[in-house]
């Protein structure tokens, strides 16, 4: 054998890079329908750092559409029925999930790993699935123009998978998409966001909390027995916080939050401060003959209103929509992956126009300002006018043009 050479060759009608939210739930639906499908997974497991738990009430109703949802809800988690915000010293609640047209008329709050374990398990019931972990995308096969499989490393050696349809849902530092040139547009952020975990106490309550003051943003969400700490800097000041010192820092939450004075020792060093730093991005074009991005893949989202994962099931959906059935037959047509993103594109650039509002005319905003900030007058309404807070919760938990399930379970 020649070195570089594939050790193994695996042939099978989709080839998914990444076992994220996305690439899981396209494995999943288009095992269910009875195709061929390898899900390669760069990790040994699911089990890593945070990266979101919010499984949104448009995830929730596909989940139902499944038939997956009483046993998916029985997993442990919590559920946000409403997200209130303390901005100096007003309250606000900022939306109310409790009026959303859907089955579940909240936010539940679920480990990642948990929600793609559970996707795995399920996925693995269809002798079709198939998941390799441990499998390192870093190659594409192409024949002349089109893509006809991937390379990747594996503990076993390298492999190569011939596919139909290689599908990069690899998340938003996607090989795939680097690999493919497929051309980025970057629309910048001014923030970078540290997570952190902080011991939850009897007496802390339960619910999710966003707090603004001075140039500071800080919000908890709670995941049972500790607080998942976001604190919000400004893009780039990761090393000013740090040559600050870890006193400085701990005294900054203590500022925001009074009541965490007791437990801001747990910060024992930046070892366990996690800089994520905020990218939103999107594809101008999320495909190739051969190959298709979703998810963060093709469009990095910002972390405000926490609906990368939505976006990313969403996504996934829609593909097999799109491709469950014409993948049956072989490999399927530019005109079909064109028609995908044609059908995510407006979701994802409103939703990504909001992200970008928000984080212009509030983030911006807030992080710049020395004095303590007052709830804009549009915030405050909806305190007055609780009907308005419907609002923000359906862009939220549901987001532009829902997603539903029309791919069938082959017998
Ligand atoms: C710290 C943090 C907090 C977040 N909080 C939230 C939140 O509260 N709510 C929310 O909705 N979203 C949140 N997000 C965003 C959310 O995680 C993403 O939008 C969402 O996970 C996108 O799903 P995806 O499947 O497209 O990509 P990912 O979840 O990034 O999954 C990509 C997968 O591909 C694998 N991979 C990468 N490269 C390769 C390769 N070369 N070969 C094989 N496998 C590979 C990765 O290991 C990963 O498992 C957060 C993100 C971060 C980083």
Known sequence: MRM?????????????????????????????????????????DFLRDFRGDTIHPSTLEIMHELGLLDEFLKLPHSEVRELTGLIGEDRVVLADFSHLPTRC??????????????????????????????????????????????????????????????????????????????????????????????SKRPGDGAQSLGRIQAGRLFVMLDRGDYWQCAFVISKGGFNELRRQGLGAFRAAIVALNPALADRVQEIGSWD???????????LKRWYRDGLLCIGDAAHAMSPVGGVGINLAIQDAVAAANVLALPLRAGPVSVELLHKVQARRQW????????????????ISNVLSMTEQP?????????????MLRRLPARLIGMGFRPEHVHTPEAG
């Open 272 to 282: 366990d401060v996690r800089l994520l730093t905020v990218k939103v991005d999107r």
């Open 374 to 386: 007052r709830a804009p007058f549009a915030v405050r309404l909806l305190n007055r006018y609780p």
């Open 4 to 44: 570089g050479m594939a050790s193994e060759t695996i042939t099978t009608r989709c080839a998914i890079a990444g076992g994220g939210p996305a690439g899981m739930m396209l494995g999943f639906l288009l095992a269910r329908a009875g195709i061929d499908v390898l899900v390669l997974e760069k990790h040994a």
């Open 347 to 362: 979701p994802t650039e409103m939703m990504q126009w909001v992200q970008l509002l928000v984080q212009k005319r509030i």
């Open 105 to 198: 008329q909240f936010v539940a709050f679920i480990p990642q790993w948990d929600f793609l374990d559970f996707l795995a398990d399920h996925a693995k019931l269809y002798p079709s699935f198939h998941l390799r972990v441990q499998a390192d995308v870093d190659g594409l096969l192409k024949d002349g123009d089109k893509v006809v499989g991937l390379k990747a490393k594996t503990p076993d050696g390298p492999i190569d998978v011939r596919a139909d349809l290689v599908v990069g849902a690899d998340g938003r530092h996607s090989a795939v998409r680097d690999l493919a040139g497929l051309e980025v547009e970057d629309f910048g952020a001014p923030m970078d966001v540290l997570w952190l975990r902080l």
